[in-house]
């Protein structure tokens, strides 16, 4: 990775934060209306325990609901892959499935499962599952047929010809669907708890903006954006492990 990708971003953060902590001095502007960083960081430190206690919560269901839709996403865009009379009539309504607000299934996961993790991995396996599906769905069928028709001359099976071709070649397509996805995560655990949970990062934002402690639902709006950016550099170190030829 180039030294500019970290330290341009990084200056441009600084920049906002600087400007931001400068309009709430001048501004005179209330903690209970929009606090400066300085606040939000003081905060995140005194209420480290509690928050970490939130973010296990939420973290959890973000991990939880991405392996189950890497799983159902790969196995989706394999299946439709292999099996063009099944892809007729099952791309669309994957298409038409996304046109339905996830938000609006919360309250019915709610009814159906109750308070517990699957209601929340379930709504991020729907944000999830969409793009991993696609990307690597349209990575299998843009392959390139002389890759493999060489492997089949060389007496190679179906799949010896998935393992060899077909698989390093979605990998990117992959990865791009996955970094999408994560993005989603651990915004779509959030709203699972935001309708009904006992612990974790949206209910603490819930109750904090009920008391009116606007500093703690940006600590933990500060707290998501980490737990993000982690679960994407975890991404990153997949995909350069698994796909050394290519630079990330």
């Known amino acids: 990775m180039k030294l500019e990708t970290i330290v341009a971003p990084a200056l441009v953060l600084a920049a906002f934060f600087a400007v931001w902590e400068l309009f709430c001095w001048v501004a005179d502007v209330s903690y209970t209306l929009l606090p400066p ?9 005194e209420y480290r325990e509690i928050l970490f206690m939130h973010a296990s919560q939420t973290l959890l269901e973000a991990i939880l609901g991405l392996v189950w839709a890497i799983c159902l996403g790969v196995g989706v865009a394999v299946l439709l892959f292999s099996m063009p009379r099944a892809r007729a009539g099952i791309y669309p ?3 038409l499935s996304q046109t339905i607000p996830i938000i609006a299934l919360a309250p019915l996961l709610l009814i159906w499962f109750g308070f517990d993790l699957v209601p929340k991995v379930t709504i991020v396996v729907l944000y999830c599952f969409f793009p991993i599906a696609i990307a690597t769905f349209d990575a299998l069928s843009s392959t ?9 001359s060389m007496r190679a099976s179906r799949y010896q010809a998935l393992l060899f071709v077909y698989v390093p070649s979605a990998l990117p397509a992959f990865f791009s669907g996955l970094r999408i996805a994560v993005t989603y995560a651990i915004a779509g655990a959030i709203v699972g708890e935001f309708v009904g949970a006992y612990k974790g990062l949206g209910i603490f934002m819930l109750t904090s903006a009920n008391s009116h402690a606007i500093v703690l639902v940006f600590a933990a709006l500060f707290v998501t954006v980490f737990l ?21």
């Not at 939000?40 to 430190?45: E, H, R």
């Not at 993000?228 to 990330?248: C, Q, S, Y």
């Open 37 to 45: 960083p300085s606040a939000i960081f003081v905060a995140i430190i």
């Open 93 to 95: 309504l994957l298409v």
């Open 144 to 152: 390139d047929e002389n890759a493999v028709d060489f492997l089949k």
């Open 228 to 248: 993000t950016l982690g679960l994407l550099a975890i991404v990153f170190l997949l995909e350069r492990m698994l796909m050394p030829w290519k630079r990330v």
